[in-house]
Nanobody, 122 residues
Framework: QVRLVESGGDSVQAGGSLRLSCTVS????????MAWFRQPPGQWRKGVSC????????GYSDSVKGRFTVSRDNAKGMLYLQMDNLRSEDTAMYYC???????????????WGQGTQVTVSS
C-alpha cells in the first residue's frame, strides 16, 4: 500500500521558518518524481515545488522562489521542503505528491498525502 505522510506543519510568525517532511512508503521512492502543493482556505490546490528522482532538477512557483528549498533523501524515502522568510500568504494545507511522470507543478500526480497545516501570522 502506497503511503505519503506529511509532517512539520505548525503556526509561526511572519519571517520565520519551517521544514516540512514527507515520509513515503509502498513504492520505489528513488524512481518517483515528487512535488509539494498547497491549498489555502477556499482556494484551489497549487503547485509549490517539484523535484526529479535524483534531485538534479527542481522547480518552484514564482511565489516561493528564493524562499523555499525542496530536497529528498532517496535512502530514507523522504521528501523535504525548507520554508524560510514565511509570509501570511503562505498559510495553507501543504501536500506532498508522487508519480513516475514529471508533472512539474501540475496537480496530476498519482499519489497524495493527507496534508499538514502551515499557518503564518503577521
Amino acid at each position: 500500500q502506497v503511503r505519503l505522510v506529511e509532517s512539520g506543519g505548525d503556526s509561526v510568525q511572519a519571517g520565520g521558518s519551517l521544514r516540512l517532511s514527507c515520509t513515503v512508503s509502498g513504492l520505489p521512492f528513488r524512481d518517483y518524481k515528487m512535488a509539494w502543493f498547497r491549498q489555502p482556505p477556499g482556494q484551489w490546490r497549487k503547485g509549490v515545488s517539484c523535484i526529479s528522482e535524483n534531485g538534479d532538477m527542481t522547480g518552484y512557483s514564482d511565489s516561493v522562489k528564493g524562499r523555499f528549498t525542496v530536497s529528498r533523501d532517496n535512502a530514507k524515502g523522504m521528501l523535504y521542503l525548507q520554508m524560510d522568510n514565511l509570509r501570511s500568504e503562505d498559510t495553507a494545507m501543504y501536500y506532498c505528491a508522487a508519480d513516475r511522470i514529471y508533472w512539474w507543478l501540475l496537480p496530476n500526480y498519482n499519489y497524495w498525502g493527507q496534508g499538514t497545516q502551515v499557518t503564518v501570522s503577521s
